[in-house]
């Protein structure tokens, strides 16, 4: 049995290795943005909590409060603006495609990789015989 023989099955296990570790960096994007919070260092006290939701209470009244104004300045103009969503001016949302391009880009270095394996596989099977 020669040396090359002996290797064949550890090449084979680092390929497969590198082909999965391929396929799953695009899928590790998802995780790595997961919006759940972590928690602080310092909690906040009951009062803390207390005086934060009646900001976030008055704040509130107060966005709707002008949200009415604006909505009675365009009744007496006669403007009926749009609903939502694109029709009202919004853009679309963006989509970062930084999975997709690393996803494609390492499927290329694969199928590259592989082309080159077999072009030194036939190119040793001719100088043998």
Known sequence: MSRRLTLRPL???VLTGVAA???LV?????????????PGATDATPADKEALEKKRAEDAR????????????AQKLGKDYPRGG???????????N????IGSATGALLLAG????????????????
């Open 26 to 38: 695009p899928a590790t994007a998802a995780f790595a943005s997961d919006p759940t919070p972590t």
């Open 62 to 73: 107060t966005l709707k409060e002008a949200e009415a104004r604006k909505a009675m300045e």
């Open 98 to 101: 930084t999975g997709t391009l």
């Open 11 to 13: 090449r084979i296990a």
């Open 114 to 129: 592989a082309g080159t394996y077999v072009l030194r596989r036939r190119t040793a099977g001719r100088r043998e015989g």
């Open 21 to 23: 570790g391929a396929l």
């Open 86 to 96: 694109v029709a009202a001016g919004e853009a679309p949302a963006q989509d970062d």
